[in-house]
C-alpha cells in the first residue's frame, strides 16, 4: 500500500529529526522569535487550543499557570513536571506538593496539533510557557512576550520536586527558596499574586484556619468561613477553596487586599504580609497600584520562564510531552 509505505517515511523523518534535536543543553538565549522560521504558527495555535479549552472548562486556566511555576522550579523549565512515571523513574507527578496538578491534557493536546503542524520542533516546556502566558491573558490578566527556545529534559526527578515551597512555610524559606533560583523577593511577592486565581485542597489551608500552624494573623470570620469548608480531621476530606473569593477566576490585584484583610488562604500567602517593614510596603503598593502588579507580574513571569535545567543535562524537542523521545 502506498500510504503505508509514505506514512514510514514519515516516521523515519520523525524519528531522526527527534534524534537530531537531542543534545546537551546549550545556554543560547531564549527569545520570542525562536520559532520564527520553523514553526511561525505556533503562538496561534497554542492561543487557538486555549481559546476553545478555556471555554469548556475555565478551572485549567489556573492549573496550567501553576504547572508552569512547579515546571521551572524543578531543575529549570524543561518539560519534566509534564512526564508520566515509569517502571525506571518516578514523575514529579507522583511527589506531594502535585497532588492536584491539572491541566496535561490541554498541553498534550497542543503538542500533538503542533507536531502535525511542525514536526518534532516545537518543545514542550515552551508549549507550557507559552500555554501559562494565555492563561493570564484569557483570566484577565496582563499579556506580555514570552521568550522560547526551552528543551525538555528526558529526567523528571521527584525529590527535587519534594523541595517546592510549602503551604506551611515561612516568609524566610518562601525568600530563600526563589532565591536559590535567581528570583528576588519582589519577584516571589509579585509571583505570589497568581494566587488570585484558583483555588487550594482543605489540607493544604486546615492548619491555618484551625490554629494549628500558630498563625494568629487571621480575620476571624474567614477563618469561621473556611472551617466550614474545610473539616478538623485529618482524616476527613473537605473541599476546595478559592484563594480569592470575591473573584477568584479573575487575574487582578485582589490577593493583596486579602491579604492586607488578614484573608490570604495559606499560610504561605499570609507570610507576605503583617511583619511590618518593607515587605508590608510592597503588599500595599500592589494592592493600591493593579498595574503595577500587572507589570511586575509578567516581568517575574519572564524571569522565572529563563530558570535553565542544570548544565550537562540531556535536552531534546520531546515528540510526546508524556514520555521522553
Ligand atoms: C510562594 C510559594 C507558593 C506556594 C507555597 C504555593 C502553594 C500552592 C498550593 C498549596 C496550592 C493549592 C494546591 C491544591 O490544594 O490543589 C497552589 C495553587 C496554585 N498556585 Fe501556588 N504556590 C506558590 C507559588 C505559586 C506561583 C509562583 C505560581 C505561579 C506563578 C502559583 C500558581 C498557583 C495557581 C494558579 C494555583 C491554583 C491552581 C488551580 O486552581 O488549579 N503558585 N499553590
Ligand atoms: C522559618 O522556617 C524555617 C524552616 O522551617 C525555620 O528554620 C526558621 O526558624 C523559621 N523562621 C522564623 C522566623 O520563624
Ligand atoms: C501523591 C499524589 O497525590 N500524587 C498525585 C500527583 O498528581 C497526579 C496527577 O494528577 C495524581 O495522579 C497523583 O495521585
Redesign the pocket.
Known amino acids: 500500500m502506498a500510504s503505508s509505505k509514505g506514512s514510514w517515511a514519515a516516521l523515519a523523518l520523525l524519528l531522526f529529526a527527534a534524534l537530531a534535536s537531542t543534545a546537551v543543553n546549550g545556554d543560547h538565549k531564549l527569545s520570542a522569535r525562536y520559532y520564527d522560521e520553523t514553526c511561525p504558527n505556533v503562538q496561534r495555535v497554542v492561543r487557538a487550543v486555549m481559546a476553545y479549552k478555556v471555554a469548556s472548562e475555565p ?1 485549567v486556566a ?2 496550567l ?2 504547572l508552569f ?1 512547579h515546571d521551572c522550579f524543578v531543575n529549570g523549565c524543561d518539560g519534566s513536571v509534564l512526564l508520566d512515571g515509569t517502571h525506571f523513574s518516578e514523575s514529579e507527578k507522583d511527589a506531594l506538593p502535585n497532588a ?1 496538578l ?1 491541566g496535561f491534557e490541554v498541553i498534550d493536546e497542543i503538542k500533538s496539533v503542533l507536531e502535525h503542524d511542525c514536526p518534532a520542533t516545537v518543545s514542550c516546556a515552551d508549549v507550557l510557557a507559552l500555554a501559562s502566558r494565555d492563561a493570564v491573558a484569557m483570566l484577565g490578566g496582563p499579556a506580555w512576550s514570552m521568550p522560547l527556545g526551552r528543551m525538555d529534559s528526558r529526567t523528571a526527578d521527584r525529590d527535587a520536586a519534594e523541595n517546592l ?3 506551611h ?1 515561612n516568609y524566610t524559606s ?1 525568600v530563600s527558596t526563589f532565591r536559590e533560583r535567581g528570583l528576588d523577593a519582589r519577584d ?1 511577592t509579585a ?2 499574586g ?2 488570585t ?5 482543605c489540607v ?1 489551608y486546615r492548619a491555618r484556619v484551625y490554629g494549628s500552624d500558630g498563625d494568629t494573623n487571621i480575620d476571624p470570620s474567614f477563618a469561621e468561613t473556611r472551617r466550614q469548608s474545610c473539616p478538623a480531621g485529618d482524616n476527613e476530606d473537605g473541599g476546595m477553596a478559592p484563594f480569592d473569593e470575591q473573584t477568584p477566576m479573575t487575574f487582578d490585584n485582589a490577593y493583596y487586599k486579602d491579604l492586607i484583610a488578614r484573608r490570604g488562604l ?1 499560610s ?1 500567602d499570609q507570610a507576605l504580609y503583617g511583619s511590618g517593614g518593607r515587605q508590608d510596603d510592597l503588599v500595599e503598593m500592589y494592592s493600591r497600584d493593579g498595574k503595577k502588579f500587572a507589570k511586575d507580574f509578567a516581568k517575574a513571569m519572564v524571569k522565572m520562564g529563563n530558570i535553565r535545567p542544570s548544565k550537562g543535562t540531556t535536552v531534546e524537542v520531546r515528540l510526546n510531552c508524556k514520555m521522553v523521545n
Open positions: 478551572a489556573p492549573a499557570l501553576r511555576f492536584s491539572r515551597p510549602s503551604p512555610d518562601l516571589m509571583l505570589s497568581a494566587h486565581v484558583g483555588m487550594a485542597s493544604n495559606l504561605s
